[in-house]
């Protein structure tokens, strides 16, 4: 039951993403009070994926090293960072289209570097598809993009220091409801 309720979460996750892009038509037709509804199905989306992955029994597929924590901090990081308005409002990532979508990916991408359960294969990996699909999606139907007004590196300096903190909060957090992210 465990693992239909991840896999149901994710495609909750996956539908109100994608609505947009899919049925253009359909979502132009609902106006702004969409919104509310897309919020409240995400959210739903991410209790459901909790759900799932907590209530499936663990099934080991590989064994990571230990020395990937080191490599899925960094990843995070950097996630977080891209995450961060510093594509907006900097200069390094200004030229970077979807600076979001990549730091959601690799912080997706950093989960599976250091858990080697079906569970969490299921949850990162679909959600790691999820943001490739995504770009994809969102390159096909608008191939013309122009880049924002480049920012300067002390924004990029201020939202790196802001990423750190942000990443000893979460970190922290995930301590206390799961496994340390950081090496002891």
């Given at each position: 039951?465990?693992?239909?309720?991840?896999?149901?979460?994710?495609?909750?996750?996956?539908?109100?993403?994608l609505f947009k892009r899919l049925a253009p038509a359909r979502r132009a037709a609902m106006g702004n009070g969409a919104k509310g509804a897309v919020a409240l199905v995400l959210v739903?989306?991410?209790?459901?994926?909790?759900?799932?992955?907590?209530?499936?029994?663990?099934?080991?597929v590989w064994a990571p090293p230990a020395s990937m924590v080191h490599v899925n901090n960094l990843l995070v990081l950097v996630g977080i960072?891209?995450?961060?308005?510093?594509?907006?409002?900097?200069?390094?990532?200004?030229?970077?289209?979807?600076?979001?979508?990549?730091?959601?990916?690799?912080?997706?991408?950093?989960?599976l570097l250091?858990?080697?359960?079906?569970s969490s294969i299921v949850l990162f990996g679909g959600l790691?598809?999820?943001?490739?699909?995504?770009?994809?999606?969102?390159?096909?139907a608008e191939p013309a993009w122009t880049p924002p007004e480049s920012g300067t590196?002390?924004?990029?300096?201020?939202?790196?220091?802001?990423?750190?903190?942000?990443?000893?909060?979460?970190?922290?957090?995930h301590g206390l409801v799961g496994p340390s992210p950081f090496a002891a």
């Open positions: 039951m465990g693992m239909i309720l991840l896999i149901l979460g994710i495609a909750l996750w996956w539908l109100p993403h739903l989306s991410v209790v459901v994926m909790v759900i799932g992955y907590r209530m499936t029994e663990t099934v080991f960072w891209m995450m961060s308005p510093a594509g907006q409002k900097g200069r390094i990532l200004n030229r970077v289209r979807h600076p979001m979508l990549i730091g959601f990916g690799l912080w997706a991408f950093a989960h250091v858990n080697g359960d079906l790691l598809a999820w943001a490739l699909v995504e770009i994809a999606v969102i390159n096909r590196l002390g924004k990029d300096a201020m939202f790196f220091v802001a990423s750190l903190v942000v990443l000893a909060v979460i970190g922290w957090i």
